[in-house]
């Protein structure tokens, strides 16, 4: 379990490295210039969140929840993670309108992906039970 976790957040570092690297892109063709301290701390957000939803992948391999709390603590384990992340880095201002807007794109992202991974969830058992009908 232990190694699964490392692998996991690796594998979530290397995805934190590839969205570093598209931003740092989209800011050089723009010229956009910014300090390295406030590169240091997105980065360090990045990671940060590329080992949290690395590792946090484990919830789901819990057979004994069902899935529906795996998803409900998957999701509040994200929130309380990416929210205090997001104010401490300033993603997110400490004012009502920007923290709604905020709490309501991250919960909108989260479906969208929770939704996509339903779908691909539910074609993958329609796949494997057509095979089992075939003689």
């Not at 997105?42 to 391999?61: K, P």
């Not at 919960?107 to 494997?128: A, D, H, N, S, T």
Request: glycine content about 8%; hydrophobic content about 55%; charged content about 10%.
């Amino acid at each position: 379990m232990i190694i699964e976790g490392l692998r996991r957040s690796f594998f979530g570092l290397g995805f934190s490295a590839f969205f570093i690297f598209i931003a740092l892109t989209i800011m050089m063709l723009q010229g956009i210039e910014a300090s390295v301290p406030i590169i240091w701390s997105n980065m360090l957000g990045s990671i940060v969140m590329g080992i949290y939803f690395g590792s946090a992948s484990l919830i789901f391999d819990i057979e004994t929840w069902s899935p529906l709390k795996q998803t409900i603590i998957h999701f509040l384990f994200s929130i309380m993670i990416w929210l205090p992340l997001a104010i401490f880095i300033g993603w997110l201002p400490l004012e009502p309108l920007p923290l709604t807007l905020g709490i309501g794109s991250f919960v909108i992202v989260y479906l969208i992906f929770w939704y996509g991974i339903q779908m691909y969830f539910k074609r993958l058992e329609k796949e494997m039970n057509n095979s089992v009908k075939k003689p």
